[in-house]
């Protein structure tokens, strides 16, 4: 373990809504040089799981526990018990509050979205910092840039804090990510100046809907996708097998049965350009990642920096409509335009006066070559590849395989940082860490999981022991899939191997029971009067 003066830096990066196959490094055509260099000289683990949605997600990597542990079962609505309150439970430690307590100065830029429920439109009503929406500050962090919710105008965020006060977003030259590695940069910069070792969350909202983009950035992009999605997703597997990200045996999975062929798609241009737009949003995200990489060579501490790459979801099937998730986004705009919410082909997305989504199948080519999307707990909802770099520490650049969870960063990083993890905090016993270091994989050192990795969102649930995984959509029947023959889970063998359905069944309901997970049928009357128009 690291020595009081030894300790690392730390840097977690968490891209929004970004699927498997949208880096470089994992096959994709968007240009993110920076996430490339590190998976080249760092580690790239083809395996880490997310737990599915956004706040679910930064629960688990914030605490170490399952997300139901952290209070956020659900979103960030009370569903009326501890396990589904829609906020960080006091039982649960952040990461903030441990490395704080260790000697870190804790700084966070980004998205925060594990603080309770706030109405975007109803600013006037927000009571940041209350006992049921605690901020960043009140977590663990020194410092803080960005947003306490899920989401919104990158020109024009509703809701903008640094440290414990709102603050004015100018009327032009602004945008979200920028802001957002800006901010970041300079906390790090004053900090190295202090001598202080850093945790930095750095949390975008990229390439999370609404399709908004700087203009020089979708130029990149605005012929690359013409030839469709079929194109793209075969063309992105092809690679991914070329560069030894996956293993051969595993088929691509079919287009989802939702999306039409490319050929019989009668708005082509426009269907190119909503994707143009995403791929610039996860372009700019990398070129801000590039910006905090030459910050700390600049300062000379880049070789004492663990740096953390990875995603909160699969990519984001949702569809925009009009009368849908946009219409809860403010529709007038500082500089006097309005905002017109909808995936509307007459319209060209990208500027602030529209809100738009990438919808169903270009999200199917974001998490190729697996099925299913954001909100299922199928491998396209919960792979996300992890890029871990770290050039004073890890011994040798390879792709790793192995299959590891969010619920395991905490203990990787308190491993790595020497800090202890707490029994207590502000008088709270703290419940003990769901997840494992897997630090021996940084020393070049063999490591397997050795408990299995569970999920549930919305009756979507799962488990992986060992190269088996059972999973089932909501209301459906259980599917068992052998893992390292079937990745892409294209042979279901739940009806031909009982026993390990049966096996599997018996330790989801086990851990099920002790996280405190309800049953989805008896929230659904819950979600549905706390979301309204907004449900899907």
């Keep these: 373990m690291a020595t009081p003066n030894q300790q690392p830096n730390v840097v977690v990066i968490l891209a929004d809504d970004m699927g498997f196959s949208d880096l470089g490094c994992t096959g994709s055509e968007i240009r993110t040089p920076n996430i490339d260099r590190m998976a080249a000289n760092g580690l790239l683990f083809s395996a880490m799981y997310n737990c599915a949605r956004c706040c679910p997600t930064r629960a688990s990597l914030l605490t170490g526990l399952y997300p139901h542990k952290a209070g956020i079962g659900h979103m960030i609505v009370d569903l009326g018990s501890p396990a589904y309150q829609g906020f960080l439970r006091n039982d649960a430690a952040t990461i903030g509050e441990i490395m704080q307590k260790g000697g870190y100065r804790t700084l966070m830029s980004g998205k925060w979205h594990v603080g309770g429920e706030f109405e975007p439109r109803d600013t006037d009503t927000w009571r940041p910092g209350d006992l049921r929406h605690p901020t960043p500050l009140q977590r663990g962090f020194d410092r803080f840039y960005g947003m306490i919710d899920g989401a919104g105008s990158f020109f024009f965020p509703h809701y903008v804090m640094e440290d414990d006060r709102r603050v004015e977003i100018p009327d032009t030259g602004y945008y979200f990510t920028d802001a957002v590695t800006q901010k970041a940069v300079e906390m790090v910069e004053e900090t190295v100046r202090g001598h202080d070792p850093f945790f930095l969350y750095l949390a975008y909202t990229a390439p999370h809907w609404p399709l908004h983009a700087l203009e020089e950035d979708i130029a990149r992009y605005d012929t690359t996708y013409r030839s469709g999605w079929d194109a793209t997703r075969i063309g992105r597997h092809e690679q991914m097998l070329s560069q030894g990200v996956l293993d051969r045996q595993w088929a691509l999975s079919p287009r989802d049965h939702a999306a039409p062929p490319w050929q019989d798609v009668r708005t082509q241009d426009w269907e190119a350009s909503r994707m143009a737009v995403y791929a610039a949003q996860v372009d700019r995200m990398d070129q801000g990642i590039g910006k905090l990489m030459s910050t700390l060579e600049r300062l000379g501490v880049a070789d004492d920096t663990v740096i953390l790459f990875l995603s909160d979801n699969g990519g984001c099937a949702e569809f925009m409509a009009e009368d849908g998730w946009g219409k809860s986004y403010p529709t007038d705009l500082p500089d006097g335009t309005t905002c017109r919410p909808g995936n509307t082909p007459t319209l060209r997305p990208g500027s602030a006066t529209t809100f738009m989504s990438y919808d169903l199948p270009w999200a199917n080519v974001s998490n190729a070559p697996f ?144 996280a405190g997970v309800l049953d989805w049928r008896d929230l659904i009357p819950l979600a549905q009067e706390s979301y309204g128009d907004g449900w899907d």
């Design 371 to 514: 099925r299913l999307y954001k909100h299922w707990v199928h491998e396209g909802g919960i792979s996300t590849p992890l890029v871990a770099y770290w050039p004073g520490g890890i011994k040798q650049s390879k792709t790793v395989h192995q299959a590891t969870h969010v619920v395991d960063i905490v203990p990787t990083i308190l491993e790595i940082t020497g800090i202890d993890y707490p029994t207590e905090m502000g008088g709270h016993a703290i419940q003990s860490p769901d997840g494992e270091s897997f630090k021996p994989l940084f020393d070049g050192r063999d490591w397997q999981r050795e408990q299995p990795i569970y999920w549930e969102h919305e009756g979507n649930c799962a488990v992986r022991f060992d190269n088996w995984k059972l999973v089932r959509r909501f209301g459906e029947d259980w599917e068992l899939y052998e893992m390292n023959q079937d990745r892409t889970e294209l042979h279901d063998i739940a009806g031909s191997n009982r026993p390990m359905t049966a096996k599997l069944d018996h330790l989801y309901r086990a851990w099920a029971e002790q």
